[in-house]
């Protein structure tokens, strides 16, 4: 193996040209790097657009949630409405029904009155 102290510069040239090439190499490194500093960020890509169409997404979205939950809560008073109605139709055919039984009884009442009547006029009796 080599031996570090073997490998010194021998004359005064070799030891200014070793610092120069030791000079310029420490200039690239610091070129290198404040190009690379400066160019940084420049890459990287804009999604400002990309979040502004997400952003009018995300509100269309929202009014349509809105709208959908406007539209199930009018849909839900239309139905208690219509509840409430069913109901009185109700209560009212109960009632009709109970009218058509009082005039159906009612109806044989007079059928028998008529009846009754018929029989004394056919018996030749009169009543006054």
Known sequence: MYDLSELEPTTKEMAVSILVIVAVLVA????????????????????????DDIREQLGTAI????????????????????????????KAAGTAAQSVTDAGIIIDECQQIIGRIRNRGQKGTSAN
Do not use: C, M, P, W
């Open 28 to 51: 690239v490194f610091f070129a290198g790097y404040s190009i690379g500093v400066g160019n940084a960020g420049t890459d990287i890509h804009d999604n400002g657009k990309r979040i």
């Open 63 to 90: 009014s349509n949630q809105q709208q959908i939950t406007n539209g199930l809560e009018s849909a839900i008073e239309r139905s208690n409405g219509i509840e409430e109605r069913s109901d009185r139709i109700e």
